[in-house]
Each structure stands twice: as structure tokens, then as C-alpha cells.
């Protein structure tokens, strides 16, 4: 019965997967349905049930994020579990005033997570605003000058982009600070191979 409700989810029905977690008692998944719903009073509702969890706890937060409240710090790792997924969440369903607010409380996130700069510019490249993940990339690396994962994201938007020398240049860092990072390995001889057929 989880199973198929999780298939629903997936596929966006979110409807169909909602009366599903609500027959087996499962508030924090019912929240999230609802929520994508855009039914904020009942995905509250459902969250406040179990408000002690890590997710329906990051739900009550989030419910204040969309609405460009800041006043209660998640933790951690709630943020590291979550902060990527919902931006996600929010593109993918075209939730974009939800998901421009969410990331204007990025300042705020950076206290619990100083990570979220990069959590938040994996998403925007993942749904392909690129430009916008460049900028989070760049954030992202003020704070962690040699975390070699943000040089690589930062390397594919510029790619993507078609900044090649940039992409190139940014490469080359991510492979000075790891040198045998295989997926920046792989990147590398990508780009190479696109400024040679130039």
C-alpha cells in the first residue's frame, strides 16, 4: 500500500498518494501532499500532529520559509536532509514564488547549515537555472574555498552556459583539491574535448 502511495508521489499525484498516508496514519507525508497541493492550512494541520519529528518539524519550518518568516532555525541536519529536496520539490511542481522565497531565506538557512548555499545551487542546476547556480555556487565557495563538489557544479553551469574557458578553469580546481574526484575526472575530458572541436 506504501509502495503504490510512494508510485503516486512520484508521478505527482499527489491526491491519490494523500489518501493513501493519510489511511495508514502517516502525518508528515500526508503534510508534504498537502502542501504540494498548496493546501497550507492542512499540511500544518498534519505536521502539528507529529511536530516532534525531524520531518514534520522541518515542515512547520518550511510553512514559515514560504512565507518569508524566519523564526524558528532548523537544525543541521535537517537541513542537509531537506533543504535541496523541497527547493526541488517546489521547481520541479512549478511552485515559483515558493521557491524564490525559499531561497531568499538562504542567509537565515546558513545558520543552522553553512552548506546550503551549495544544497540550494545543486537544485537550481538540477532544474536548469543555471545562471542562478552559479551564483549560489560562488557563495558557496566563499565559505569553502576548496570544497571540489561546488567547483564541479560551478564547471557544468558554466559549461552549460557555454563558458568554457571558465568551466575548464573551474575544473582544474576541483581537480587540485582532488585530484583522483572521478566524476570531475570524467567532466574534465568533456570540456576538453568541446574546446578542441572548436
Same mark, same amino acid.
Given at each position: ?14 491526491? /491519490? ?13 500526508? *503534510? ?22 525531524? *520531518?514534520?518539524?522541518? *515542515? ?14 532548523? $537544525? ?22 515558493? /521557491? ?27 532544474? *536548469?537555472?543555471? $545562471? ?37 578553469? /573551474? ?28
Amino acid at each position: 500500500m506504501i509502495t503504490k502511495a510512494k508510485e503516486y508521489f512520484y508521478k505527482k499525484d499527489y491526491k /491519490s498518494a494523500l489518501n493513501i498516508f493519510k489511511q495508514n496514519n502517516l502525518s508528515y507525508e500526508s *503534510g508534504l501532499c498537502y502542501l504540494l497541493l498548496k493546501d497550507e492550512k492542512n499540511a500544518r494541520k498534519f505536521w502539528q500532529k507529529d511536530k516532534n519529528s525531524l *520531518g514534520s518539524n522541518w *515542515g512547520l519550518i518550511v510553512l514559515d520559509l514560504i512565507n518569508l518568516r524566519t523564526q524558528k532555525l532548523p $537544525s543541521f541536519f535537517q537541513t542537509r536532509a531537506f533543504l535541496e529536496v523541497y527547493l526541488n520539490l517546489f521547481l520541479e511542481n512549478e511552485l515559483i514564488e515558493w /521557491s524564490q522565497n525559499f531561497v531568499s531565506c538562504c542567509e537565515f538557512l546558513v545558520q543552522a547549515n553553512p552548506e546550503s548555499y551549495k544544497f540550494i545551487a545543486r537544485a537550481l542546476f538540477a532544474n *536548469g537555472y543555471f $545562471s542562478l547556480a552559479i551564483t549560489f555556487c560562488k557563495k558557496s565557495l566563499q565559505v569553502f574555498y576548496s570544497d571540489p563538489e561546488a567547483f564541479l557544479i560551478l564547471s557544468q553551469c558554466q559549461f552549460l552556459i557555454n563558458d568554457l574557458k571558465e568551466s575548464l578553469d /573551474s575544473i582544474n580546481k576541483t581537480l587540485d583539491i582532488a585530484p583522483d574526484y572521478y566524476p570531475a575526472m570524467v567532466f574534465r575530458k568533456v570540456i576538453v574535448d568541446r574546446i578542441e572541436k572548436k
